[in-house]
């Protein structure tokens, strides 16, 4: 069965620092999303992505984020200053038309 | 906008026992999906079941079951012969049917952290 994959899996980085969180959504997926679940905490809304651009984007989703498919293939997450405060697990998910597939998450670490 | 809530922050049940999670939303719209989704330790987020809410007639999905009341907007799940392994995080999720092509995004609850015990 396709599934969505996510790289690293664990990143850890100093406060300040650039950070881009990969994925590879399943083939055939048109709309592409991050989500982010801050520890014991509810997994939160971040963008959407559909048509090369974003089509919705949470408050969460400040200035410092930035989407992008640089290729066919792969969807990142860029956080260009991170904070103590991003450090929290980060979702991808695909869809059709239809229901999100999520990947498997990579937890981020800001020390 | 939409809210999602769970208001157990915790459940436990005995193996092989029955256990309900619940789960309340509010949306003004009259088309929608539920779901839930399980999130073991790993983090993953798996979905355990849907319900179109056009569909009168609950969803089943092997030993995980909904008790669907859109009148009173209620969306619980039950879980049958619980199995150690259905220990994990419970979220439930809203989302509009139709967002105008573009956006399918969720809506989460908090989560009910399910334990069983052996």
């Known amino acids: 069965e396709p599934e969505v994959t996510q790289t690293p899996s664990h990143q850890v980085t100093q406060m300040g620092q650039e950070v881009i969180l990969r994925c590879v959504p399943i083939s055939n997926h048109l709309y592409f999303y991050w989500y982010r679940q801050i520890l014991g905490q509810k997994v939160e809304f971040l963008v959407s992505f559909y048509n090369n651009e974003i089509s919705e984007k949470s408050e969460i989703f400040d200035d410092q984020f930035s989407v992008e498919r640089p290729d066919g293939s792969n969807f990142t997450l860029k956080i260009r200053s991170t904070k103590l405060e991003d450090s929290a697990m980060y979702f991808c998910?695909?869809?059709?038309?239809?229901?999100?597939?999520f990947g498997p998450g990579t937890r981020l670490t800001v020390t | 906008a939409q809210t999602v809530t769970q208001s157990q922050p915790e459940m436990s049940v005995q193996e092989a026992e029955t256990v309900t999670l619940s789960c309340t939303y509010d949306?003004?719209?009259?088309?929608?999906?539920l779901f839930w989704y399980k999130q073991p330790p790993s983090r993953q987020m798996i979905l355990v079941i849907r319900q179109e809410a056009y569909k009168q007639q609950n969803a089943t999905e092997n030993r995980f079951s909904v008790n669907f009341q859109k009148a009173a907007k209620s969306f619980s799940l039950k879980i049958s012969d619980s199995q150690l392994g259905d220990a994990a995080m419970y979220f439930c999720a809203y989302r509009s049917l139709n967002s105008g092509g573009s956006n399918y995004k969720l809506t989460f609850g908090k989560g009910t952290l399910l334990t069983v015990n052996p």
């Open positions: 949306t003004s719209e009259s088309d929608y999906y």
């Open positions: 998910a695909s869809s059709e038309p239809g229901f999100l597939y």
